[in-house]
């Protein structure tokens, strides 16, 4: 059997790679008067050839094909459809359908999405076929992949081995080289995580009204990895939930118009619906088309008014086939495919349009974006400002933003907190605080608010604490409008820290403070979260204060430094001893008032997480690292005054030595001489005269030895 089937692929043929890429076929049969085109898009090949057995009688023609065999695309079903299609062909009635039942039901499972019970990514045979088929996928290499492929599957099969249990078949070449071009793709899908974008989602459940949150993988793949949903959505290790990815959204530039370029697919053991998506997406891409329409070649506006519906083509209507198998029209040619179990959905293949071809009018960036924006889990989570922050009517307030149970102070989170943040930032300008970039929001969150509420159709299920809806919570702290957070708004982890305490949560960014007091029974501890922000917002208020004094000083002391204009010596000099005495009294001034600002805003004597939060806080805004900082340039600043007082001293000393001491030591000797300057009208012109030559020549030594 094995040696007919091999004799049978040395009149392999595969199309090229336009048809490749584009087209729902798996393979052609040439017969004597019938070519049977066996289709890929909506169910297994093995089950298409059985259909064609049943319809075309084909049992009692195999005898009549060719060996001209065209393969479209060379998949792990069009691999196990080809063998199974020559075992027909040379087997005894019946023989070969027990041994293909294990496959079957393999290539069953493996088309509907599921890469778990189909084996582990470097045990399962599918991904040793995809491995050895699209490793190289010139068109020159295809049909030797897709021989290897044929080969290596006969192998399997010939060690009677299991197709989601590969065993180690160390003397088979091609088992050697899937196992190499794996684990090469397991290296390149680390690296594609460094560069991935990764959430936790609240997407819609296909068996209920509620949502399942899972782990999203956003990726650009330009390597084109075949095991990347195997290696994603087993990935426990990556995954916040340690399940995989349940979710991913690729995006293969290579693959422009192909359909393929982007594919958005979910776990089918999940049972999540991304129907809502698919309308989302194709709800865009249809403006994206008005907007083409609307400008010439060169730009100019030409049609303001055309809508994306009037031009999209719509002449080739794509077919579609639901979960119950009825067959239906899409509105458009090429539209956003969603498969029958809503589980997939791709880009739109390229379309003629004024004889171009037009592909996916949407960019990589609206497509995430819009992901984002249907599955955000938290844009619908409501919340209330507390009490003691500020009055209802400071608060502008749509109606439509109030929830239906009819609690007025209740808004969408994102609005209600940027709300309040450009509520603080124009109190704080109008006071002129320097430290009006810096904010602390504090809401309520109750349970109350997020049930028995409907948003299209789904229940506002309560927000878990994942990385994403922390992130979320950090960028309304940076946000300066009221629009809804977008996925670029989103900062790193890395860039705020987050504590739970008893009843209440915190975010602590560089841009300030939010705290949320939850649901929980424990009682919240606001308020003394409030008073320490409110004690470190003063103290780096006048440490910034601070800095800026010290900073002003140190300029003019250098401008006082850098001044040595000869003609001006004598007033620089008193300028700059004014400035030395000014600097000193200012920085004497500024330590008292830096050190009482400090005692008074020292630590209360409160709770553990009362303190975690200040060292927190402390630590985001480099408090301690600011007052360090200011330390040393206030030491430094003293050390130029006391250098340049020692160096002042330094000189009247050296004059006291070079010019006093021959004065008084000649002085001394020639006393008698001297006197008779004041006491008689005859001097003594000889001592005098030996007493100047003595001092001055004492002078000029003296001056030499200091210089020396």
Known sequence: MKTEVLEALQSVELLDGETLSSSDLGFELHMEHH???????????????????????????????????????PSPDTVLTYIRLWFKRFSVEGEGKEAFKPWTDYMRRWNAGDVRSTGKTERSWGNHIRALTHHNIEEGALRDNFKNAVRFTLECMEAKAQPAEIPVLNRSELYLQAQSMIKIESQEYQQLLQSSEQLQLSVPSSKSNRSVYVDALIVTDNRLLGSLPDFARNDSENSFFESGFGLMVVYRPQLSGSGNEVVISADPSLHIDLLKLQEALESRETLAWGKLANLEEDGAVYNAGCSGESVRPSENKRVYRDAKGNVGEYSYDQPWFISPDHTLVASPRKVKYKGSDIHMQLSWEEVIETTWQTFNPVKHLKVEPLKFLMKDDQIERDDSEKVSTGQSNFMKADRLMTLL??????????????SCSKKFIAVNWPIKTQTHNCQNGHDLDSVLLTPTAKRYFAAVLNKKDVQEVKLEELPLLSSFDFMEAPGSLGIIHKSGSL?????????????????????????????????????????????????????KASHNNYSLRKQLVKSNRKLSSLKAELRTTILRTTA???????????????ERWGLDHQLA????????????????????????????????????????????????????????????AAFSGLSLISMVGLRKALDQ
Not at 36 to 55: I, K, Y
Not at 529 to 545: D, I, K, P
């Open 35 to 73: 070519v049977f085109q066996v289709e890929r898009s909506h169910r297994p090949l093995s089950e298409a050839v059985e259909d064609l057995s049943q319809t075309f009688e084909i049992h009692q023609k195999l005898e009549s094909i060719t060996h001209m065999v065209k393969v479209v695309n």
């Open 629 to 688: 900082d200011l330390y040393v340039a206030s030491q430094e600043i003293e050390t130029i005054i006391n250098q340049n007082v020692e160096v002042r001293t330094s000189r009247l000393l050296n004059a006291l030595s070079v010019y006093g001491f021959p004065l008084l030591f000649f002085g001394g000797i020639f006393d008698n001489d001297l006197l008779t300057l004041f006491t008689t009208s005859t001097p003594a012109w000889e001592g005098i």
């Open 515 to 567: 705290v949320i007091d939850d649901w929980s029974k424990d009682q919240g501890q606001v308020d003394a979260f409030a008073n320490e922000y409110l004690n470190l917002l003063e103290r780096y208020t006048q440490v910034s204060h601070y800095h800026s004094e010290v900073l002003g000083e140190l300029q003019a002391l250098k401008e006082k430094l850098n001044n040595t204009n000869d003609a």
């Open 421 to 434: 943040a450009r509520y603080q930032e124009s109190t704080q300008r109008e006071k002129g605080d320097a």
């Open 604 to 618: 209360s004597a409160g709770e553990y997480n009362v303190k975690r939060f200040r060292e927190l806080t402390a």
